[in-house]
């Protein structure tokens, strides 16, 4: 069922990385005709994540050849159907994944990547679900099965993805979280968005400070996205048969574990990395699409976005994420 789209022939306006750790461009881009089975979208959201800048600084897992547009998430509409997409048609409001070319006023992906949005779920806020809460379900779910009750710390709280685990770990499985972030500031937002108390570890050892919170006995899991003393304090804090997950490193130091504290206390370290389950395990990954997008419909969370941008604002955008300023998701606004 091709669609002919009136935004085929229209030149768009994409970010460009030209050269590694310099400034995008803004630049004018002619459009491909689609394949079969993929989608034209018209952008609306685009999601500045940490990774991001990562890519274009060649210190990502995966480096795409130069130039390319970055962005690995977005919501918008749908302009064009390739002649074999089934899941989507014309004027169908969506979220999606690509591969590094979602900072643009259209962008041509898979209709495997693609998830209707519900009527009653904003582009807005289904711009902020792909990477944030498809990792904060995984994370919660799927690898630490944190259950009722147990306390959780959250570690870089209120950034994008800290936030989205509070909203998962809190209103949907019903577990306390410990906030612990780099500001009073940012404590307290997260405390606003559900976590029963926050550590500000820029102030002291955040070991010493979940132990006056929860006593000797620990915390049943923690979720780590800033590596280094972070990431030990963390692991430290753990209880009998605590689990611990690592998401990231956004402090920069990747610590090696101490593999006696993991026997002494019956403890399981494991890593998460969302994005691989696209490739080795589809079914997984997918699920945590519908299950965010499910979630945002059934009113059990609630996407926080810090701060949007336009698009020729792209490069502030990059450097309020990079130099800590933002606080849950930071968007780009492509109209
Ligand atoms: N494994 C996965 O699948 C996956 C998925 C999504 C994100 N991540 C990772 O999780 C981490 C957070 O991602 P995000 O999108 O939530 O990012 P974000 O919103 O930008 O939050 C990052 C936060 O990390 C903290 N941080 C600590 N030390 C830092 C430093 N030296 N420089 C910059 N930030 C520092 C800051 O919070 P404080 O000021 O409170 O310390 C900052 O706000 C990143 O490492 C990202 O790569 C991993």
């Known amino acids: 069922m ?11 306006r994409a970010a460009v990385c030209t050269e590694l750790k310099q400034p995008l461009t803004i630049q004018e881009v002619a459009p491909r005709p689609i394949g079969p089975q993929e989608v034209r979208v018209d952008v609306h959201f685009c999601g500045i994540n940490f990774a991001d800048n990562l890519v274009c600084r060649g210190q990502y897992q995966e480096k795409p050849p130069l130039p390319f547009t970055p962005g690995m998430e977005f919501s918008g509409v749908v302009l064009e159907a390739g002649a074999d997409v089934s899941t989507v048609k014309k004027g169908d409001r969506v979220i999606g994944v690509s591969n590094f070319h979602s900072m643009a006023e259209q962008c041509i992906t898979d209709q495997k990547t693609l998830w209707r949005i519900p009527e009653n779920v904003s582009l807005q806020d289904a711009a902020v679900l792909p990477v944030s809460y498809g990792t904060a379900i995984l994370a919660v779910d799927h690898r630490a099965r944190i259950q009722p009750g147990e306390t959780v710390l959250v570690t870089a709280a209120a950034g994008a993805t800290g ?3 509070i909203d998962v770990a809190t209103n949907v499985f019903c577990a306390k979280v410990i906030a612990a972030a780099g500001s009073d500031e940012k404590c307290k937002l997260a405390m606003q968005r559900g976590a ?11 070991k010493d400070a979940v ?45 090696s574990v101490p593999s006696n504290l993991l026997l002494l206390k ?6 998460l990395y969302w994005g691989r389950y696209q490739h080795q395990d589809f079914a997984v990954f997918s699920k945590s699409m519908s299950t965010a ?5 059934q009113g059990l969370i609630h996407p926080h976005t ?8 792209v490069n502030d955008a990059f450097l309020h994420v990079m130099q800590r300023k933002s ?9």
């Open 211 to 255: 132990k006056k919170l929860v006593g000797s006995s620990g915390v049943n899991v923690a979720i780590d996205m800033v590596g280094g003393d972070v990431f030990l304090d963390s692991l430290r804090s753990l209880a009998w048969e605590g689990r611990i997950v690592v998401l990231g490193f956004a402090g920069g130091n990747i610590a």
């Open 306 to 313: 810090g701060a949007v941008f336009k698009l020729e604002k």
């Open 196 to 206: 029963q108390s926050g550590v500000n570890y820029s102030q002291g050892s955040l």
């Open 327 to 335: 606080t849950g998701k930071v968007l780009l606004s492509l109209k």
């Open 266 to 271: 019956n403890i399981s370290a494991m890593g």
């Open 2 to 12: 091709r669609q002919a789209g009136q935004g085929q022939s229209r030149h768009y």
């Open 163 to 165: 936030l989205a685990v």
């Open 293 to 297: 997008l499910q979630y945002c419909q």
